[in-house]
């Protein structure tokens, strides 16, 4: 009982002393990953590193669920009670910018200019978030099983073309060895699909919205591009060559590991557990180019200043404190995902010359298209979710891809353009 | 000592409104005494019920959202006309210039694409942003039924139905299990525990569980059903195909509720006097003519009961569709409560989300009114 006053008296006089040499100025922090115990030590690592860095700012972190996280910004920004930094996943960045929540950053000079193109997180030429890491999604296979079908192992430099990749499909799944050639993921409800899937109609040609004005998508979405696009992604699941919108998030997970999916279309974060399950046999592999390159989503989540802090210098301080290459190796070796900049990737665990992961790092610099970068991403997100679900389950292409057109045109309208001058 | 009146005239305003002229003072302490009793639960009720639903109204007929720098701006009706407006429109054939009927390759008539129509057309602008909900063949024309909303349409219709089939298939199962544990039976009450047990378990714990169970690759009820028919049975994707999707749903949803509705008939069984029994056994009544006579005219106001708190719960679908199915395959699991959510939340659009909203309360009252009326004693 003694023993235990007497800690808590330490432990007091020890908070008061550092209540005292806390005469810092205080900037809270809203961060989405209370749940990814490894990622949240490190920002707990990082701020008390940054915290003792200097006498002028100390960051204080709160950790939300990631479900309750956008909700909580939503809520805080009606109430007018933002934190100073705001944690923000990349696609949503310019609906919050646009909203006035968010404040551009001042870096100082060539503070990016190693970085990956997916986490500088820019809106009308204003930089306002900054990542410290970036995801990516490769083709996972087994070399093993690429070689007894004799089929020839993509690089970046030579992806299949998509006649190649559709063949091999069709011959895999003939061999009778798996229940499905390419699990795709589509029980990855939500933000996956957009992600995962919205580089494929860009290989045919197409996109999601006519990036030049953001204020239409007649032609570019269901044109012939659009439209080729869905005919093909309609044949996956009408040729059982994937399983489709009812797929049980389990199968997502084991699919591939149990060898009951020949191939699989997966984010760099289940790299390091696949890895553990199947070994060295693992490979990773390139998008195909349908025609118009191989291409993967980019932008993850990234650190900005909401537009009511008092104190916009501390927060570039802390995040050109958190950019530090150190900083990113260390996110990445915790995490699994790409760290930011080619340094820091030689410096980590999974990224440097020879580690398992290597491969998504050039993935990442070489095929990365941000996801569209306007206010409407939000609603955009949710009606091609609902187009390529819809095609998968045999509505008719063009008649889908035309209604979604109408809709992320009447969104666009309702909100007077987003932003964008759209006459 | 103050008279009545007097008294009456001296209290404020509120006090004269709330109590009535003729009443004793006493009786008036009493009145105030039972509102001021009242009050915490009024304003809690209050707060987070009649405000949001005011809210809901008043936002429904403007173009407020969830995240925007926009001003919000009265839009009269324009939230209802999107979701509600519904057209007829015939769609004639094309013809060359001698005016014969083009065919298309496959034989059949060749018609100009309806987008043609109702995508920026300005000789048909009440045609602007319409969809095709249904159609068919009439002569050489197709008619077809073209809605401003379509998803939301198929909310509705879907809604309906579940509530429809469900409301005597759960309310029946539920009687049906109540009679046979209403009986003095050894054990009895552990069998009423095991009927009321996914009543207590979330729905969405019940939702993911009954995913695993119609998975189609190697879900329960396929492997059952194959063992059952000594492998025979073809598995059903039950989630992923359009016809099986809400019967499943239906399914699954009647499971969960039963037993809840169980306890309600329960309780309704016990409150019939043995006697009346008694009286039809004496009187020489069987089992079937016991529950016709005896029984059912009992249970009759619990029955008006449950049929209204079903079809309540029931237009209230939100839960299944959110984890099994997102209103997939094809729309086929589209809910109204769904739609709300998602267009409210996750679009951003909450003025159209409460314009949802409104709709379902409009329906909800109707159905209950009309539910009254044909239940209401003709005595």
């Not at chain 1, 009606?383 to 679900?389: D, G, N, R, W």
């Not at chain 2, 987070?48 to 001003?71: D, E, G, H």
């Not at chain 2, 046979?180 to 552990?190: A, C, G, R």
């Not at chain 2, 237009?315 to 569709?321: A, D, E, I, R, S």
């Amino acid at each position: 009982m003694k023993k235990a006053l007497s800690v808590l008296v330490v432990v007091i006089v020890l908070l008061m002393v550092s209540g005292l040499a806390a005469a810092q100025t205080e900037l809270s922090m809203w961060y989405h990953g209370g749940a990814w115990a490894a990622e949240h030590q490190v920002f707990i690592d990082l701020i008390e590193a940054f915290n003792s860095s200097q006498s002028e700012y100390a960051v204080i972190l709160e950790a939300f669920p990631q479900e309750s996280y956008n909700s909580s910004i939503v809520a805080a920004a009606a109430a007018g009670d933002l934190p100073d930094i705001i944690d923000v996943d990349g696609p949503v960045m310019p609906g919050w910018a646009w909203a006035g929540w968010m404040a551009p950053l001042t870096l100082s000079e060539g503070a990016l200019d190693e970085f990956l193109p997916g986490p500088i997180g820019e809106w009308q030429g204003e930089l306002y978030a900054v990542g410290l890491w970036d995801a990516a999604v490769s083709i996972y296979a087994r070399r093993s099983v690429l070689e007894a079908h004799e089929i020839r192992i993509p690089t970046l430099e030579e992806p299949w073309t998509g006649d190649e990749f559709d063949a091999i499909l069709e011959q895999l799944q003939a061999s009778g060895e798996f229940e499905y050639a390419f699990d795709l993921g589509m029980a990855w409800t939500g933000e996956w699909y957009p992600y995962a899937f919205s580089p494929f109609l860009q290989s045919f040609g197409g996109d999601m919205i006519d990036r030049s004005t953001y204020c239409e998508a007649e032609g570019v979405l269901n044109g012939e591009a659009g439209v080729a696009f869905g005919e093909w992604w309609q044949s996956l699941f009408d040729r059982g060559l994937s399983p489709g919108t009812s797929q049980d998030t389990g199968d997502r997970e084991t699919g591939f590991i149990d060898g009951r999916y020949a191939l699989q279309w997966m984010g760099n974060w289940a790299g390091v557990s696949t890895l553990a399950e199947v070994g060295d046999d693992l490979i990773f592999l390139p998008a195909p180019d349908f025609g118009h390159g191989n291409i993967i989503g980019a932008a993850s989540w990234q650190l900005g200043a909401s537009a009511t802090t008092e104190h916009p210098e501390g927060v570039s301080q802390f995040i050109e404190f958190a950019i530090q290459d150190e900083w990113l190796t260390a996110f990445s070796d915790a995490t699994g995902l790409a760290p930011a900049t080619a340094n820091a990737a030689a410096m980590s665990e999974n990224y440097s010359a020879g580690g398992p992961l290597e491969v998504f790092y050039e993935l990442s610099n070489d095929q990365a298209l941000i996801r569209p970068v306007t206010p409407g991403y939000a609603t955009l997100a949710l009606i091609f979710e609902k187009a390529l679900a819809d095609i998968a389950n045999g509505a008719d292409v063009q008649d889908s891809l035309d209604a979604a057109v109408d809709e992320i045109e009447a969104d666009i309208e309702d909100n007077g353009g987003y932003g964008f001058d759209c006459g | 000592m103050i008279s009545a009146a007097e008294s009456r005239k001296n209290a404020p305003r509120w006090v004269r409104l709330l109590v009535p002229e003729d009443a004793p003072l006493y009786q008036r302490n009493e009145v105030i005494a039972g509102w001021l009793m009242a009050l915490p639960a009024l304003l809690v009720l209050t707060i987070f019920l009649v405000v949001p639903f005011l809210m809901a109204f008043v936002m429904s007929f403007t173009n407020q959202r969830l995240v925007s720098p926009n001003p919000t701006e009265w839009v009269g009706m324009k939230n209802f006309e999107r979701l509600l407006t519904v057209r007829v429109f015939t769609l004639e054939p094309e013809r060359d210039e001698n005016g014969a009927i083009v065919y298309a390759d496959d034989g059949g008539i060749a018609y100009p694409r309806l987008r043609t129509f109702t995508r920026k057309n300005p000789d048909y602008p009440e045609l602007n942003g319409l969809r095709e909900f249904a159609s068919w063949q009439s002569g050489e024309n197709r008619t077809i039924i073209l809605a401003a909303d379509v998803v939301f349409l198929r909310a509705l219709i879907n809604t309906l139905v579940f509530a429809g089939v469900i409301a005597p298939l759960q309310g029946g199962l539920a009687l049906l299990l109540a009679l046979l544990l209403n009986q003095s039976l050894p054990y009895i009450n552990v069998f009423r525990a095991i009927y009321f047990a996914p009543v207590v378990v979330s729905m969405v714990v019940v939702s993911l569980l009954w995913r695993f169970i119609y998975d189609g690759e190697n879900g329960l009820l396929n492997t059952l059903l194959g063992i059952a028919t000594f492998g025979s049975f073809q598995p059903v994707d039950w989630l992923g195909n359009p016809y099986t999707a809400m019967p499943a749903m239906i399914a699954m949803s009647a499971w969960q509720a039963v037993g809840f509705h169980m306890v309600i008939w329960l309780a309704g069984l016990q409150t019939i006097p043995v006697s009346l029994y008694e009286a039809a056994g004496l009187d020489g009544a069987g089992a079937l003519q016991k529950f016709r006579y005896v029984t059912w005219p009992g249970l009759r106001n619990t029955a008006v009961l449950i049929l209204i708190v079903i079809v309540i719960q029931a237009t209230g679908l939100f839960v299944q569709v959110d984890v099994m199915t997102r209103g997939g395959p094809l729309d086929a699991t589209q809910s109204v409560v769904y739609q709300a959510v998602q267009r409210g939340y996750d679009k951003q659009d909450i003025a159209e989300g409460s314009a949802i909203s409104v709709v379902l309360f409009v329906v909800v009252l109707a159905i209950t009114i009309v539910n009254r009326y044909l239940t209401r004693d003709r005595d």
